[in-house]
């Protein structure tokens, strides 16, 4: 039997690649969802320059497929991420009227590991895969509709992670050593070639270098830390530290970034527990952050303004259940929680989604500085209203 595994192993992997390019064939239409047999994946089709996956969340464990168990397999769960995928996609469709491309594997890791290749990742069950197939598929299919909109967008495989250290892990394919290394070597093409983001490290807007979009005051890490969620690698926190435990990337960044050629970077972002995955509310508020941060970065890098089917700063109101006081004023406002004694982050956005004044519940807003002109006004987990700056 040992001289026909070789075989088996070829005719599975070719099995797989005709039901990758069959489901990539199938049109999709932005904002339907679509699941693969039995469920396993889902698809939540956008139409947004950014495709999000969620490959070790899932809760499936039906009985007909085996629990895998070769090349030591890791059964761990990354805890609430679906849900978090699932924020994500909200926030972006209340706030964009428009939605990131997710992709979603409902196996529980320990039937179907999405984040490795087909042999460790399958194991070779049939319906395992089918499922990786389905899901490697969904995200070629949503890279095929974001090149053929955007040409070139931004990818990230969504992570939890339990490590001590309460920040996000942004993996670029990236040793905690080379993220370590000075900026000159890390602008070397040797380490360009390494990188999950070598398209835009090549050829950016702002003509920046690959260490300053790795950990420079415009890089995401800096960008999410800005909203107050520490982050490695960023102008913050530039690398880990020795003996710190630390997510360099794993297979679906290598398969689905520019490592390997294209127009559409990636990351693989693992996600701390607490404040960001362990409860709905902080879902919600890091989704909401995640979207301003990934806005501004998709527009400073890529399309030097926020992606096409953002809305305009007046287009961002909503009813949330506080008031702005004066609204227009040319120096100070207040912020007025109705019901509420929480003290409450404030920022104060322009119309590409930067952050140009800060504050909170408790005192006056400083916007003397600012131009003349609309601005929003976003309370932590309540929402945004316009603001006019005379």
């Known amino acids: 039997m040992k001289y026909f595994a070789p075989v088996i192993r070829s005719l599975i992997l070719f099995i797989a690649h005709v039901l990758v390019y069959a489901v990539m064939a199938q049109p999709y239409v932005p904002g ?22 969620v490959p070790h969340g899932g809760a499936l464990v039906p009985n007909d497929i085996p629990d895998r168990t070769c090349n030591d397999p890791v059964f761990a769960v990354d805890a609430n991420t679906v849900e978090l995928g699932y924020a994500i996609d909200s926030v972006y469709a209340a706030h964009e009227g428009c939605r990131p491309h997710v992709v979603i594997c409902h196996l529980a890791r320990r039937k179907l590991d999405a984040n490795r290749d087909l042999e460790d990742g399958a194991c070779g069950d049939p319906q395992a895969v089918q499922a990786w ?28 992670h339990g490590h001590t250290v309460q920040r996000l892990e942004l993996g670029y394919l990236l040793y905690e050593d080379e993220l370590a290394l000075d900026d000159v070597t890390l602008n070397t093409s040797t380490y360009i ?28 890490g800096t960008r999410l830390a800005d909203r107050g969620y520490p982050a490695v690698p960023s102008q913050q926190d ?142 932590a987990g309540m929402g945004v209203r316009l603001l006019t700056k005379e």
């Open 133 to 160: 197939s389905d899901f490697h598929a969904y995200i070629e299919s949503a890279k095929e509709q974001v090149s053929a909109s955007a040409g070139k967008g931004f990818y990230l495989d969504l992570h939890g």
């Open 238 to 379: 530039p690398f880990p530290l020795a003996g710190q435990p630390y997510f360099t990337g794993g297979y679906n960044t290598v398969r689905h970034s520019s490592y390997q050629g294209g127009s559409i970077d990636g990351v693989q972002v693992e996600c701390n527990f607490a404040g960001v995955r362990d409860n709905a509310l902080n879902r919600a508020r890091f989704a909401d952050s995640l979207r301003v941060a990934m806005n501004v970065f998709l527009g400073d890098h890529y399309f030097g303004q926020r992606p096409s089917c953002a809305v305009s700063v007046e287009e961002m109101v909503e009813r949330p259940f506080y008031s702005l006081w004066p609204n227009p004023s040319d120096s100070f406002v207040s912020v007025r929680v109705q019901g509420s004694g929480e003290v409450l982050a404030v920022e104060v956005l322009d119309g590409c989604g930067r952050v140009v004044a800060q504050g909170d519940t408790r005192s006056a807003i400083d916007i003397r500085s600012l131009a003349p002109g609309p601005y929003a006004v976003h309370v």
């Open 193 to 220: 070639d390494y990188s999950s983001i070598r398209a835009l490290a090549i050829a950016n807007e702002l003509g920046l270098s690959h260490a300053s979009l790795l950990r420079g005051p415009q890089a995401l």
């Open 32 to 53: 339907q969802v679509y699941f693969s047999a039995g469920g396993y994946v889902e698809y939540r089709c956008g139409d947004l320059p950014l495709v999000i996956s």
